[in-house]
């Protein structure tokens, strides 16, 4: 599987990674070991690239996928996780914001709810954040650390989370320093304003829309820095467009989910599955380094593998110009 450098960091990422939420029982539950079976089909279709955080299933994400990795050259892979949500512990009776008994399904996760997520972006919280992951991990280093979802704490990931990444950069504990988010703007800002090697953008750069493109990619362009591209699936809606598909998490607009049928027709009149094209579609431009794949089963990872290795005719891509279902200015993978 091809792989490309992150910025100037030294690290290589393969063409498709492995994003870690879905194995922690994203929204249903996975066992372990099913989850074990999805990160094995990962190694096995070449994928070296895997991505998790504490927020997936409190820590069920890291643990999972360190158990597998464990047993594989340290040398071989490249793993990110995330900074800016400590994981603290309820008491054996509970309290009165949680439940050591009870679901985190209103957190997204069919897990326990053993613990409860405290946002912390100060430099004590960074480190001890990282210090908690490689527990959880068993591994010696992180690949890659990102500032997870600063949205409402701007200016402490800033002035307090951005320059602990770059000291413990700087040191060696990390590889390489980026955010990730669900937004444009503010990953834009750390493209400009810091020193980060990668940003992972989860949602905004799809078949379906691409705010990235006005500012975000041609930011990480110019400065010689990669972006990872997460969601592209848009949460279903780009994998099955039927009604009650999801998109952002959420029931998908009528207008989407038309949208989305019609892009369907196209692209499958030109013999291509629509997750296919969406999987191809980020890498039309050149500061994609990888393309994140939320498979909770050993059959989705090999599926996704086998969609990227086939190429996307360039008569299907003109096709949705065409029908306006892609505007003409953005860029699309070129035919192999």
């Not at 049928?261 to 431009?285: I, K, Q, S």
Request: hydrophobic letters at 45%.
């Amino acid at each position: 599987m091809p792989r490309r450098a992150l910025g100037r960091s030294g690290i290589e990422v393969t063409a498709l990674g492995l994003g870690g939420a879905a194995i922690a029982g994203l929204y249903r539950p996975v066992d372990e070991d099913s989850a074990a079976a999805t990160v094995e089909a990962a190694w096995d279709v070449g994928i070296r690239y895997f991505d998790t955080a504490p927020h997936y299933g409190l820590g069920v994400s890291e643990r999972r996928l360190g158990a597998v990795l464990r047993t594989k050259s340290r040398s071989q892979y490249v793993i990110s996780t995330k900074v800016g949500r400590l994981l603290e512990p309820y008491d054996a009776e509970g309290s009165d914001t949680g439940s050591a008994t009870g679901s985190d399904l209103a957190n997204g996760f069919a897990v326990p709810a053993t613990h409860r997520r405290v946002w912390d972006f100060s430099a004590d919280g960074v480190r001890r954040s990282l210090e908690e992951s490689l527990t959880r991990l068993g591994l010696d280093r992180i690949d890659l650390a990102l500032i997870h979802d600063p949205d409402d704490h701007g200016e402490q990931a800033f002035h307090e989370a951005y320059p602990a990444l770059e000291r413990l950069r700087s040191e060696g504990m990390v590889g390489a320093i980026g955010a990730g988010m669900n937004q444009t703007a503010m990953l834009t800002r750390f493209l400009i304003d810091t020193d980060v090697d990668a940003v992972l953008c989860a949602g905004r750069y799809t078949l379906l829309e691409q705010p990235a493109l006005a500012e975000l990619l041609p930011a990480a362009a110019n400065r010689g820095k990669s972006v990872i591209i997460g969601g592209v699936l848009n949460s279903g809606i780009l994998a099955h467009p039927v009604p009650g598909a999801t998109y952002n998490y959420s029931a998908a607009p009528g207008e989407l989910l038309e949208r989305a049928l019609r892009m369907r027709e196209v692209t499958e009149a030109y013999g291509v599955p629509l997750r296919a094209a969406a999987l191809h579609f980020p890498f039309g431009h050149p500061a994609v380094a990888s393309v994140l794949t939320g498979a909770r089963s050993a059959a989705e990872v090999r599926d996704a593998a086998t969609l990227l290795n086939a190429p996307v005719p360039a008569d299907a891509w003109d096709r949705l110009r065409k029908e306006a279902l892609l505007p003409r200015h953005v860029p699309v993978p070129e035919a192999r």
